[in-house]
């Protein structure tokens, strides 16, 4: 993957690739196994929850 000019080089990018496909694919097998719980409002929470956590993470590298 290329990189861009702003992103620290100690971020992996391919795994945290990996990382958000493995919480979206995750959420939605939940989401059809368990939708009482898993609503589309939870996950999208969910996954922004991740993606702050991330971001807040690369801000703190730079």
């Given at each position: ?32 196994l ?29």
């Open positions: 993957m290329k990189r861009t000019k702003n992103e620290p080089k100690s971020v992996d990018v391919e795994l945290e690739t990996f990382r958000l496909a493995a919480v979206v694919e995750g959420l939605t097998i939940l989401a059809l368990r939708p009482e719980l898993y609503t589309p409002e939870t996950v999208e929470r969910i996954v922004m929850l991740h993606l702050r956590e991330l971001c807040a993470r690369l801000k703190m590298k730079k």
